[in-house]
């Protein structure tokens, strides 16, 4: 008899919590009266674009891709069997994936952030919008340089964006989640654009960083002022 471990971890259950994962989150999204913050925030993003987000805080994001074939994008995830559901459930909502992580150390390698990287420059060279968690694993909401290096080398521009709901479960994990829930308000909130020159020193590139991580804090606090009935916005 297969173990516990050997359960989860096998494609078929991967495959099954993916699936519910994207129907449930389609549910959601249905189901919310949708606002922006600010209102033309799509016609102010100058595509394609960097989407900086935070950990925790992403169940929603596929949804902020428009309905249009012109519209592409990608988002890194993980390698981890988390990741795996994660990926299943973004690519059945209709986003791309590139996988790999960053990392504080010499894990940067080993769990495929160099190719990730590449990848990332390649799809932004094609015009294809690439959204990732600008904190880096089990750092939750300080800004890792991996976001800042790829508008470096990119010349994109960095948004920073937050998604809530006036109905959620917040846990008390590291990266302090929120599981979205139906029949309330919903709000995409974003700021931006930063840019970061590519003869940025480290100087630059530092204050490139808390500039994403301000930008994104900003973001995820006038989400759930909103959501909460706090501040008010244009659906």
Known sequence: MPSAKQIVSSPAFQNAVGTLGAWYLRFVWRTSSKLLDPPDIYDRVLTPAIIAMWHGQHF?????????????????????????????????LGIGTIRGSGAHNSEFNRKGGAA????????????????LTA????VARVAGLGIVKLAQHSGR??????????????????????????????????????????????????????EVENLLNAATARAYEIVDGNRSAQP
């Not at 519209?71 to 890194?76: D, E, I």
């Not at 904190?135 to 089990?138: A, I, T």
């Open 116 to 131: 990730a990287f590449s990848e990332m420059l390649e799809a932004l060279a094609q015009g294809i919008n690439v959204a």
């Open 60 to 92: 929603l994001m596929p949804f902020l891709k428009r309905d249009d074939t012109s519209h592409r994008a990608k988002v890194l995830i993980s390698r981890h069997r988390d990741g795996e559901v994660n990926a299943i459930a973004a690519e059945k």
């Open 157 to 210: 521009p960095i948004y920073a964006a937050a998604m809530a709901t006036q109905h959620r479960i917040q846990l008390n994990n590291w990266d302090r989640s929120a599981i979205n829930l139906p029949f309330g308000r919903s709000v995409l909130a974003a700021g931006g654009p930063i840019y970061v020159p590519k003869d940025a020193d480290d100087a630059a590139l530092e204050t490139a960083r808390r």
């Open 135 to 138: 904190d880096v694993p089990k």
